[in-house]
């Protein structure tokens, strides 16, 4: 199981890397809400004051939750609940739930990936990562827990690649910035 885990890290990685915000917009039909993100993204992207942005960013988290049924952010709701709980068990059912229901909503995908993680089942919160990134290539939350799975796991290279794509995203992450700093050094000083 863990030489499998070690030989799918690159691919996969090599794959949600590859992946193309733009690319997802325009397979996307036009809404509302999809050009409503596209305008928060944009204005992220511009923002240099670090509270301005955290305040667009919540703005992107908020379309995120807008799963568009009153079952499925019932169960989400009670997800987070049991997850703050550490009855992940419990949180796990109530999210297979949800992305039964709602096969394409990311944010389902990433809830699973971030409970998982708080299981430390890095090989299960990786796959739900790539559902969110394929649903969402701009899920900085996604992108995020990828880098922090890849630097826990002993693979800085990647992880900083996935730090890095956080912030083309996400400029004013100040955590992601701080990553890349240091995960820059880190293999810095690893050349020589």
Do not use: C
């Not at 807008?66 to 987070?80: E, F, H, I, P, R």
């Not at 009855?87 to 709602?102: E, R, Y």
């Not at 690649?161 to 083309?168: G, I, N």
Request: hydrophobic share 45%.
């Amino acid at each position: 199981m863990r030489n499998v885990f070690h030989v799918l890290i690159p691919a996969l990685v090599a794959a949600l890397v590859s992946l193309s915000p733009a690319a997802a917009v325009e397979d996307a039909a036009p809404t509302d809400e999809a050009s409503r993100l596209d305008r928060l993204f944009a204005d992220l992207k511009r923002e240099r004051n670090e509270k301005a942005a955290e305040r667009i960013a919540s703005q992107i988290w908020a379309e995120w939750r807008k799963s568009g049924s009153a079952s499925v952010d019932l169960m989400l709701q009670w997800s987070n609940e049991a997850a703050e709980k550490k009855k992940f068990d419990v949180a796990l059912d109530f999210l297979d739930q949800v992305i039964t229901l709602q096969p394409g909503f990311a944010e389902g995908w990433n809830r699973r990936a971030t409970v998982h993680f708080m299981m430390d089942n890095y090989a299960k919160s990786m796959a739900d990562i790539e559902h969110t990134l394929r649903l969402e290539p701009r899920h900085f939350g996604a992108l995020t827990g990828l880098a922090a799975i890849l630097k826990e796991t002993g693979r800085k290279e990647l992880a900083l690649d996935a730090y890095e794509r956080t912030l083309d995203i996400y400029p004013m992450m100040r955590d992601a910035q701080s990553e890349v700093a240091t995960l820059s050094e880190e293999l810095a000083g690893e050349g020589i």
